[in-house]
Structure formats: C-alpha cells, structure tokens
C-alpha cells in the first residue's frame, strides 16, 4: 500500500492519536507541570513499545529512549525530538483552550501541534506505517524524545555525558523546523546560536521618594536604559566589539536559490504584523533572519507598572538580553566581549551583575553533500510536489552539537514539517493538516530511501 493510500485510510486514528498526545499540558518551564510531563512520557513509552520498540526513560524529566533493530545491513538513523511545550499564556488570546485540541478543515490547533508534537507525530505514524505494511523498519532506528527542548534540555546534556558514542549512527533526522511557505518546501542547513544573558543593575538600598531624595542618586532604570541603547546602534549593528568577526558568509549557490523565494519586506510585514520593518542596514530581511546574528532584550523590569502614579526612584532594574549568532561566532569570545562592553557603557552611581542562563550554543550547520540529505530532498519532492531549497533558519536547537557528537559526527538532517505562519510559541498554535500528512508521507520516504527499500508513491 502506498503511504498516501494508507494515510487517506487512517486519517481519522492518526488525528485522534495525535490529539491524545496534544492533550497533555507538558509544559516544562512550569514546575506546576513535572507530572504532566512524566504522563507524556509514559503515553510514548507506550505507544512506541505497541510498535515494536525497546524503550527506556532516562532522568527526571524523562529523555524517551527507544531502540529497534532493522534489516542487518541496514544503516542505523538517531530520531530526535521533543514533548515539552512552551507555556500557553497569555490564555485569554487562544481562540479554544491550549489543550484541547481544535481541529478545523485546514489545521489542528493545540499548544505543541506543529512545536514539536505534531512533527514527533509525523515519525510517529511514518514508524506505525512500516510495521502495518512491512512487519519492520527499513533502518535500525534510536528513538530520542526528550522533555526539555524548551528549558535547555538539561537531562538530555547529562544522559549524553553518560552515554558517550553508545547511540552510535549513521544520520540524525530532526522535525522541529519550518518550510519558508506552504508554497516553498525547504530543508533547512543551518540553525543560529544562542547566548542567553540577563542583566541586574543595583542603586540605592531601597525604593526612594522621588521628591526628598530625587536627584542626588543614579536612577537604575535610566542606567539600564543607557546600557541597552549601547548594545546597538541605529543601523542595526550590534556595538560590542568584535561581534562580527569570523562570521562565514553564505555560498554564492546558497545566496542563489534564495533568490527563488518570494521573501520580500511584504512578507515578513504580514508574517510580523509589525508597523514597519527594521535591522541590520546593507542585508536583506532574508538575511537578517538567518545567516546573520541578532541582539534583542527578551525581557525588562523596573520600579513600579501598576495603576496610577507612585513617585519612586527604583532600587533595581534588570533585563533578559540574548544574541542569535552565526556560523564562525565563538560564543565565549562573544560572551566576554559583551560583559566588558555592559561593563564599560554602565554609567557611575549603579553595581551592576551580567550573568549567562544557560551555557551558549555556537550555529549549527548541516552538510548537503550527504546522501541521507539527498534522501530528505527527495522524500520531500515526492510529498509535497516541489524540490525544497536549502535555507538558514533564524532559530536554535542548542542541543543538537551533543547529539551528533553522541551519533559519532553522523550528518543532522533537519527535515521540518513547519510553517513560519504557525505560530508556535504563541497563542493559537496550529499545524497545518497538509503538512501533518505531507510531512507524514516525506518521513515513510526518507526512512524507505535511506533504508535502500523502493515505495511506490
Ligand atoms: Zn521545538
């Protein structure tokens, strides 16, 4: 049976499997969720044991690990993905509750269905296709679901270090990225860095009254201000020095198939709803979002921000500041550079504290050279009617280094399933069905490709 006959014939289990897996709020940043977290973990225990697998859960949250072997000469792929969710506020903005899933005539819409449920799913149901139409995978297949991606994927460092190369493969295959559009498949090559930072500026002991004491201390609001308004100029460029040195610039035959995609200012205003567009002068939007690094306060706090007035002058100000950095960035060199800047531009009257939250992740980059890319390229084609083209995504998986290294070095193919419009991350979440099932098929074409077994499409 071919996977699109079989996908038209299970429509209606594959939807209501995935709704059951949606259902769990597994929120890992909210300490209120760990329980939900082992619920999901202990669903997919069991759903991958129902389709053959020999599953273990590692660490507290639980890391999923599963293993099944394939034909004796077939190469060994790592899977990976995640079940923990972002949180779903602010609730009041969902248009049906974050977990309960709505399904419509064009998508499904649930906290995690396309980040990264809906993409786990897809492997889900592609695994499930080879067992009902064959009785065994094409490859042998090590399952990695972990239940951190969104918190810094702390248990799955640790299982790693324990691990070293035991998870030896061939190729790692990763859903947890974006097409450019509906109309434009892409496999994505390359992920951005990320150097999560937060900075604390201290004045007076306590809050002052603003009348008595106002004007003989430094205000830490205002100095928080300076230093953030130092971190980047008014063309876009990050100020701290040497932020730029040693970034790679994209290939001219990548710089060429960009020029495919319909990625106009028009675009990115409808995709951002912003009044207007803004970044880095002498680059493309394109460009902006991918293959260069970016500096934005995540967050920002200060004083009083209830009703009304309250005449104070702030003891503290704090901010989250993160950069998303490129190939050829050292994080640590950037690290350092950054705390000696904020450091430097801080004005008199304040201390001040710049930490890191997590531990920096470089870019990733992903050859395609390889014929397990090959394979995602034509499994992709085949699914969705279009060669995809290779892109940078903005985003990052800062695990993905100690995966491969886990892998022995095997290539990562990044083979998403997601649209930029599905709004992961915020409210109304969704995935869009054609993907779900497209991205259903282009996995049973993958792993078949990739197994050296010939299905008819
Ligand atoms: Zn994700």
Not at 295 to 317: C, F, H, Q, R
Request: with cysteine; net charge negative.
């Amino acid at each position: 049976m071919s996977p699109r006959a079989w996908i038209q014939a299970h429509k209606e289990a594959l939807l209501a499997q995935l709704v059951t897996f949606l259902r769990f709020p597994s929120v890992s940043a909210q300490p209120t969720h760990r329980s939900d977290l082992h619920a999901t973990a202990t669903w997919l225990k069991e759903t991958l044991q129902g389709l053959g697998f020999a599953v273990e859960l590692l660490g507290d949250p639980p890391v999923v690990h599963a293993f099944q072997a394939g034909p004796p000469e077939a190469p060994t792929v790592l899977f990976y993905g995640h079940y923990d969710v972002q949180p779903p506020d602010p609730l009041a903005l969902w248009e049906s509750p974050p977990f309960e899933p709505r399904i419509t005539a064009e998508a499904i819409y649930a906290r995690g269905a396309c980040d990264d449920k809906g993409q786990v799913f897809a492997h889900l149901a592609a695994w499930q296709y080879f067992k009902e139409t064959l009785g065994r995978l094409p490859v042998s297949l090590h399952v990695v679901i972990e239940g951190e991606e969104e918190t810094g994927s702390d248990t799955l460092y640790e299982v790693l270090a324990g691990k070293g190369t035991a998870w030896r493969s061939d190729a790692v295959i990763v859903s947890d990225t974006a097409f450019f559009s509906e109309a434009f498949p892409t496999l994505t090559v390359g992920l951005r860095g990320l150097l999560y930072t937060e900075i604390r500026v201290k004045g007076p002991a306590r809050d002052l009254h603003s009348g008595t004491l106002g004007g003989v201390v430094a205000n830490p609001a205002l100095a928080l201000a300076a230093i953030l308004t130092a971190l980047k100029g008014p063309d876009g460029r990050v100020r701290i020095p040497g932020f730029y040195e040693g970034i790679r610039p994209p290939l001219p035959a990548e710089r060429a198939a960009w020029r495919e995609l319909p990625a106009d200012e028009a675009y990115y205003l409808s995709l951002t709803g912003a009044p207007a567009l803004a970044g880095e002068v002498g680059f493309s939007p394109l460009e902006r979002v991918s293959v260069r690094p970016t500096l934005d306060v995540n967050g920002l706090w200060s004083g009083y921000t209830g009703p009304g007035a309250k005449t104070i002058i702030p003891a503290e100000a704090g901010a989250k500041v993160s950069m998303r950095l490129v190939p050829g960035q050292d994080p640590e060199r950037i690290w350092e550079a950054y705390k000696r800047f904020v450091m430097e531009v801080a004005p008199p009257g304040v201390t001040l504290t710049v930490d890191k939250l997590h531990e920096p992740a470089p870019a990733f980059e992903t050859p395609t050279d390889s014929p397990f890319y090959r394979a995602a390229e034509e499994a992709i084609a085949r699914a969705f009617g279009r060669k995809p083209i290779p892109l940078r995504e903005g985003g990052s998986i800062p695990v993905l280094p100690a995966l491969q290294q886990a892998a022995e070095g095997a290539p990562v193919i990044l083979m998403g399933f997601g649209l930029p419009s599905d709004a992961i991350h915020s409210p109304n979440e969704h995935f869009r069905l054609r993907q779900l099932w497209g991205g259903i098929e282009a996995a049973v074409y993958w792993y078949a490709r990739v197994g050296g077994l010939s299905v008819s499409g």
